[in-house]
């Protein structure tokens, strides 16, 4: 079992819609999670970090954390073509290492 | 972002060579990382710093060493490449072992 899971996707949604993001992770102890977006060719940009259980909003972006299930997600409402992108859900390996573990992204398609 | 810059940001080399790839950050920040991104693979720490002089390696290492002389430098070493280690390479920098990791723009490394 890795890590930090992602479906590798395609997620393809219409423009408006919300798009739905999962990651689940293994080690119960991890304490901080986030989301990336990686655009082609580009390097990762943070979008969204959580710690604690429950809903965290962000413009467009909300990001889902429930620990007992070993569950994060990212929704983005009113998505926008120029939201396609990969989305890497990475988790803090530790305290106090600042290492990070990264799943392998979920390619989002935004269509008009 | 975070005043990170990678050099080279293209390099296409020969089997058995030495390379040596640059992080250099303006942000003052503690605690840089090298990580390699490959299709299948996502992104995979190499080795990480938490201050000058202290280093420690991350999963995929073999292969590779870092030195860390200076806050703003963190020099990744191939010692001698393989074309297994073809790759795009991405700095990170984080201010505390807190998080966020931010990246810099990456060097796409070529070894033939």
């Known amino acids: 079992q890795k890590e930090v899971e992602q479906n590798s996707g395609p997620l393809s949604v219409p423009e408006g819609a919300i798009a739905s993001l999962n990651c689940t992770y293994s080690?119960?102890?991890?304490?901080?999670f986030f989301w990336y977006r990686q655009y082609s060719g580009k390097s990762p940009e943070l979008i969204m970090s959580i710690y604690s259980n429950g809903d965290k909003e962000d413009g467009r972006f909300t990001a889902q954390l429930n620990k007992a299930s070993q569950y994060v997600s990212l929704l983005i409402r009113d998505s926008q073509p120029s939201d396609s992108a990969t989305y890497l859900c990475a988790v803090a390996r530790g305290v106090g290492t600042g290492k990070l573990i990264f799943g392998q992204g979920t390619t989002l398609q935004v269509k008009p | 972002d975070a005043g990170i810059t990678q050099s080279p940001r293209h390099k296409v080399t020969e089997t058995g060579t030495p390379v040596t790839l640059r992080c250099h950050q303006t942000?003052?920040?503690?605690?840089m990382y090298w990580y390699r991104q490959d299709p299948g693979h996502g992104l995979r720490l190499i080795h990480y710093s938490y201050g000058v002089k202290d280093t420690d390696k991350g999963e995929v290492s073999d292969g590779y060493s870092v030195s860390r002389s200076k806050t703003e430098d963190f020099l990744l070493t191939l010692e001698s490449a393989t074309s297994s280690q073809t790759s795009v390479y991405f700095c990170?920098?984080?201010?505390?072992?807190?998080?966020?990791?931010?990246f810099g723009d990456g060097t796409r490394l070529s070894i033939l």
């Open positions: 990170a920098t984080a201010g505390t072992d807190d998080f966020p990791q931010h």
């Open positions: 080690d119960r102890g991890s304490q901080s």
């Open positions: 942000e003052n920040h503690r605690y």
